[in-house]
């Protein structure tokens, strides 16, 4: 077993929306440091691609078809890790329904808000909730929650968005408040990469070199930019790290 390897072995780890993009690399490279993993999306297909490679470079992974926001499919996630490995080591909560630009004064605003608030807040507390008394019972745990810098910046057209991952740093902060003398660190990642969804919004808005623009070190990342750090916080390297928010974005908003 390589250093690399060893960081995580051991552990066990629950990404959700990992059918692709950052979701996918996260569940990657957890399976590389030495992680045994359960990946959750809504396409059953996309995540068996996902098991595939991680099980083709000698890592353990499991796949399962599950929508963030819903409780049942977050207890069956989190029964299915505890009868196969028996404990929960990492959390990374990434699954997010992201709704399309939409101006405040909107009708539907208020479902759009409804929308995002049930798959990131409701969904992301769910499976705290439900993750809480193994971590506790195993003396410890990291959650990782990905945040947006859109929550920062309060971009015209995005307050869905915006507000439910905001209140998901609330979120996390709190938990870091109530749950570390548990042994448990909850932080957020304000990650940005180019997923197809980022690509497409791109394209469709016309925003790519305006976007560019604010990237101090002058490219878009990619998931695999993101990856090393999901890593850093689910080992035992971040011990003394919770409460916080962490930019992995090049430097486009700096806290």
């Not at 490995?85 to 409804?114: I, Q, S, Y």
């Amino acid at each position: 077993m390589t250093a690399n390897t060893a960081r995580l072995a051991g552990k066990v780890a629950i990404v959700t929306g990992a059918g692709q993009g950052i979701g996918a690399a996260i569940a990657e490279a957890y399976a590389a440091a030495g992680a045994k993993v359960i990946i959750t999306g809504r396409t059953l297909s996309k995540l068996d691609e996902v098991v595939a490679r991680i099980t083709a470079a000698g890592g353990t992974a499991l796949g399962l078809e599950a929508l963030a926001g819903n409780r049942a499919h977050a207890e069956m996630v989190v029964n299915r890790a505890i009868a196969e490995w028996g404990r929960v080591d990492a959390l990374v909560n990434n699954a997010h329904t992201f709704t399309d630009f939409l101006a405040l004064e909107d009708p539907k605003m208020e479902e759009n808000c409804m929308t995002d608030f049930q798959s990131c807040f409701f969904g992301s507390l769910q499976l705290m909730q439900l993750c809480h008394p193994h971590m506790v019972k195993q003396g410890g745990g990291s959650v990782i929650n990905m945040g947006t810098s859109y929550s920062i910046r309060c971009e015209p057209g995005f307050l869905a968005y915006a507000a439910s991952k905001e209140a998901l740093r609330a979120l996390t902060r709190t938990a870091a408040r109530e749950w570390g003398k548990a042994g448990i660190r909850v932080n957020t990642i304000l990650p940005s990469a180019l997923t197809p969804k980022s690509i497409w919004y791109l394209e469709e808005s016309g925003t790519y070199d305006f976007e560019l623009s604010k990237v101090a070190m002058g490219r878009f990342g990619t998931p695999e930019d993101i990856a090393p750090t999901c890593v850093f916080l689910a080992s035992d390297e971040s011990n003394f790290v919770t409460g916080q928010t962490i930019g992995v974005e090049g430097g486009a908003i700096m806290l």
